[in-house]
């Protein structure tokens, strides 16, 4: 099941990201991430966290489209989002993208990912860009001309091999700190990345 969790940075109500959060099995907002969904004209089935972030006005449009409060106490071990995705694995998500969790603060954009790093089956999406650990063999769909960056997360990624990238990568090795892997550029309209060991950052830049 596809999930789709709305975080309270900034975002742009994209089309294709109204598109993501529309054809959503189950969608989430993280606090103040209901304000996003508003902006998205379609309310979450669930709103976690503190719910410190939630103005009035925001809290009386979940509840007028029947939207289920899950609070937890200010002081807690995880993140808003962080919990938001614990509860979207509970109900079943298999695939969890993240929408409005790469703008805002830079401390939280790098907890988000972080919170990327470990678990399965996530993926953060903005208007531009898209960015997932990969899983051994990714495909990415896009067009020519998108840029596409890979980033070692661990200290050494082995078996790094793609395809329809400018710059082709055939078994190599990228070090933590290495910015070879970085701006490649597809060729057509889907590319594809392999790693056999360690974890790698794919960031898809849509053009």
Same mark, same amino acid.
């Given at each position: 099941?596809?999930?789709?969790?709305?975080?309270?940075?900034?975002?742009q109500?994209?089309?294709?990201?109204?598109?993501?959060?529309?054809?959503?099995?189950?969608r989430?907002?993280?606090?103040?991430?209901?304000?996003n969904?508003?902006?998205?004209?379609?309310?979450?089935h669930?709103?976690?966290?503190?719910?410190d972030?939630?103005?009035?006005?925001?809290?009386a449009?979940?509840?007028?489209?029947n939207? +289920?409060?899950?609070?937890y106490?200010p002081?807690?071990?995880?993140? =808003?989002?962080? @919990? !938001?995705?614990? /509860?979207?694995? $509970?109900?079943g998500?298999? +695939?969890?993208?993240?929408?409005?969790a790469l703008?805002?603060?830079? =401390?939280?954009f @790098? !907890?988000?990912? /972080?919170?990327l $790093?470990q678990?399965?089956?996530?993926?953060?999406?903005?208007?531009a860009?898209?960015?997932?650990?990969?899983?051994? @063999?990714?495909?990415?769909?896009?067009?020519?001309?998108?840029?596409?960056?890979?980033?070692?997360?661990?200290?050494?990624?082995?078996?790094?091999?793609?395809?329809?990238?400018e710059y082709?990568?055939?078994?190599?090795?990228?070090?933590?700190?290495?910015?070879?892997?970085v701006?490649?550029v597809?060729?057509?309209?889907?590319?594809?990345?392999l790693s056999?060991?360690?974890?790698?950052?794919?960031v898809?830049?849509?053009?």
């Amino acid at each position: 099941m596809n999930a789709v969790i709305v975080a309270n940075g900034e975002m742009q109500a994209h089309a294709r990201l109204k598109e993501l959060w529309l054809r959503a099995k189950l969608r989430i907002a993280a606090d103040g991430g209901a304000r996003n969904a508003r902006a998205l004209r379609i309310a979450p089935h669930s709103v976690v966290g503190d719910l410190d972030s939630l103005d009035d006005e925001t809290r009386a449009w979940l509840e007028k489209n029947n939207c +289920e409060f899950l609070r937890y106490p200010p002081a807690k071990d995880e993140t =808003d989002l962080e @919990l !938001a995705v614990q /509860l979207a694995q $509970a109900r079943g998500a298999d +695939e969890i993208t993240l929408l409005g969790a790469l703008g805002g603060r830079p =401390d939280h954009f @790098l !907890a988000n990912v /972080l919170v990327l $790093a470990q678990t399965r089956g996530l993926k953060l999406a903005d208007a531009a860009v898209e960015m997932w650990f990969g899983s051994g @063999l990714d495909v990415i769909d896009g067009k020519k001309g998108d840029l596409v960056s890979l980033l070692p997360f661990d200290a050494r990624v082995e078996g790094v091999a793609t395809e329809g990238l400018e710059y082709p990568l055939r078994g190599e090795t990228l070090e933590r700190g290495s910015t070879r892997g970085v701006s490649n550029v597809m060729l057509e309209e889907r590319a594809q990345v392999l790693s056999t060991r360690g974890k790698l950052l794919i960031v898809h830049l849509f053009q």
